[in-house]
């Protein structure tokens, strides 16, 4: 994929932000269990979140696809702090084609400058895949809506400003036709949240979202009621290509830490790097991030030109994580008994990755997508 100068640039930009300043801080950022605030304002004013949304709601006005290659840069120093990035682009997008005019300004601004982290409130303690399923409720009152219900697993949710929350305004037999969407400022009164305790990802971390009949106006509402689940939708295909090069960011970064050690580690008197059942698997991992690096950049072209790409982002999102949770477990084997220690970054990117091969969608419901986008175009 050919990139423009500015697209250089930011990526210049991307990387040396991500290997100077957040590689370094990568394992503490876990042990710290958040992203600080002055990190993710620092990724706004370098222009580094959320480029592609409106200049004239603050945004840069740029491709999508310069968003790709911001969090697989940004992966490469922390995966956690790429999500601020996809967060920024998902969310923004849903508030800039769908909020009221100034309740857009405030926030997209808000959002690209890192002066706020905005949640996405989808999943429910029954129903993660089964995203058309919401019990949570918004009922209208007057000039308000009450919301009452829990959303579950929601990433960020602990340290976020608001939350783009999606309800059931319908009855529970309208399904998708009855989810609308609202934005939610988490110190509105009657939120609270409860943080899980999770194998990975705890600069991120996710939580519980209680919401004890909370009141929010109406012009809080994102679109019509009852158009919620098509605005998710339409932002997920997004987010699924930026998820994939958020983790192949990680395993980048796994694969060329170890291109170095089995150079400096020797054994049997001649360096690693002399020993080809070494190298292949290292070798095998390089073309297998390749490959789909250029899945990703080519699913987030089709974007910019508006062309379908549903079946290619589901595809992005099954098979990104699974390659780089076994390229990363291939090198941390590669480093021996120093890949078990906790002292290399290794092991924390196989847990934060892992996390990924569920969340935002299992590989199982990416099958089902594109199996269903390919009957689809056989019919035809």
Partial sequence: MILSDDQIQIRDTARRFARTKLAPGYQAREAEARVAPGLIAEMGALGLIAPELPEHLGGYGMPSLTSGV????????????????????????????????????EWVSRIVSGRSVVAIG?????????????ALSARRDGDHYILKGEKSSISMADQADAIVLFARTG?????????SAFLVPM?????????????????????????????????????????????VMQGFDFSRALI?????????????????????????????SKNQ??????????GQIAAIRQLCLHTLALRDAGLPHTSEAAMCKWLAPKTAVDVIHQCLLTHGHYG??????????????????????????MKLIVSREKLRAAKT
């Fill in 70 to 105: 911001i969090a697989e840069e940004i992966g490469y120093g922390d995966m956690n702090v790429a999500y601020v990035q996809i967060l920024g682009s998902l969310n923004g997008a849903i508030l800039a084609r769908h909020a009221q005019p100034d309740l857009a300004a």
């Fill in 122 to 134: 989808l999943t429910e303690p029954r129903g993660g895949s089964d995203a058309a399923s919401l």
């Fill in 171 to 179: 009855a529970p037999a309208d399904g998708a036709r009855g989810v």
């Fill in 187 to 231: 110190d509105t009164p009657g939120v609270s949240t409860l943080r899980f305790t999770d194998l990975g990802s705890k600069a991120i971390g996710r939580s519980s979202v209680f919401f004890d009949d909370v009141r929010i106006p109406v012009g809080n509402r994102l679109a019509d009621e009852g158009s919620g689940f098509v605005q």
């Fill in 244 to 272: 994939g090069l958020q983790v192949l960011g990680a395993a980048q970064a796994s694969l060329d830490e170890s291109w170095a050690y089995v150079q400096q580690r020797e054994a049997f008197g001649a360096p690693l």
């Fill in 277 to 286: 059942g070494i190298t292949f698997p290292l070798a095998e991992g390089e």
């Fill in 340 to 365: 078990w220690s906790l002292d290399l970054p290794h092991q924390q990117r196989l847990r934060d990755v892992m996390g990924l091969e569920i969340g935002d969608g299992t590989a199982q419901i």
